[in-house]
Structure formats: structure tokens, C-alpha cells
């Protein structure tokens, strides 16, 4: 945002800058008029098609963080299902990358499900390994081909994945 206001103040010198209200990032459960922006958002992030409107009816309260700035969707996470705890998909907008939106998002999901494995697969090139990894997610298996049919022939993602786990299942 301060890159556009200063873009406008450089093409406006003369007009009055319009003031703008600071305000925090808001995490809360999923729900029916964050879908649209959060199927951009996956659109943007993942590929094309994705739906998440069932997460509304499989308890959103344990299984969606969505992160909204005022009304802007600027991230989203999923789990499948508390009984499954897999996370489906962990999104941040374009241009929020290091505001540590990612690392609350899966705060809050590890938090709400406490005692459960949770499990994901990333892309073996996906920078958030690093993210996962300081979670304590352990890598458990290396897919090939695991994205194959759903990256675009032309992405520089990898079509690997690795799938980890977060083991927080309590043990005898």
C-alpha cells in the first residue's frame, strides 16, 4: 500500500493526499462473504476451480483462519476436516508475503486442534518449507508427480511434493 500512495503522490504532487486509516489484520473462521475473495485468492495462489465452500458446513471454527486487513481477504488457511486435520491449502495474498500472516494462520490451526497430527503436502521447491519446518513438520515422504495434474504446464512450481507431519498426537 505505501508503494501506491507514494505512486499516487508522485503523478498527484499538487492534489490533497488522501489520509488512510491504519488498521490490524483480523483472523477469524471462514465464512460465507470471505468466499469469493478466497477463491480468488486460491485461484491466484493454487490453479483454477478450487471450492472451498464445504468448509462451511465441517466445523469452520477448528478447520479455517481467514486473515482479513478491513475487508480484504489477504490469507487463508484450510484444514480438510478436524477429523482428517490435513491442511488443504495455506494462501497469502500477493504482496503480504513476510508479514507473518502465514505463521499465525497455522498458529491458529495447530492451536485449535490441539493433540492431533496435522499433515500437508508442499511442493518440494515451495519456500514454506522453511515456515513448516519451524512448526516441527517433518518430512515423511517425497511424491513425484504429486501436483502433476493440477500445475499448469508452464509454473515454476515443482510437480513433487513432500508430505510432512506435525506429530502432536499424544503417544503410550
Request: hydrophobic fraction near 35%.
Amino acid at each position: 500500500m505505501g508503494d501506491l500512495r507514494e505512486h499516487y503522490r508522485l503523478l498527484h504532487p499538487s492534489r490533497q493526499q488522501p489520509s488512510e486509516s491504519v488498521a490490524p489484520i483480523v483472523y477469524s473462521c471462514l465464512r460465507e462473504w470471505h468466499l469469493d475473495q478466497v477463491h480468488r485468492l486460491l485461484h491466484q495462489i493454487f490453479w483454477a476451480g478450487i471450492s472451498v465452500s464445504d468448509s462451511l458446513d465441517c466445523s469452520p471454527e477448528r478447520c479455517t483462519v481467514v486473515a482479513c486487513y478491513k475487508r480484504l481477504v489477504v490469507g487463508v488457511a484450510i484444514l480438510s476436516s478436524p477429523q482428517e486435520t490435513y491442511i488443504t491449502y495455506l494462501a497469502v495474498k500477493t504482496g503480504w508475503e513476510g508479514s507473518k500472516i502465514a505463521t499465525n494462520m497455522l498458529y491458529h490451526l495447530i492451536s485449535m486442534n490441539p493433540g492431533k497430527d496435522i499433515s500437508l503436502h508442499v511442493s518440494a521447491n515451495n519456500p514454506a518449507m522453511l515456515l513448516y519446518n519451524r512448526f516441527g513438520f517433518k518430512a515423511e515422504e517425497f511424491v513425484v508427480g504429486f501436483y502433476e495434474d493440477y500445475l499448469d504446464h508452464q509454473s515454476h512450481a515443482s510437480k513433487n511434493a513432500f508430505r510432512l507431519r506435525l506429530r502432536q498426537g499424544h503417544r503410550t
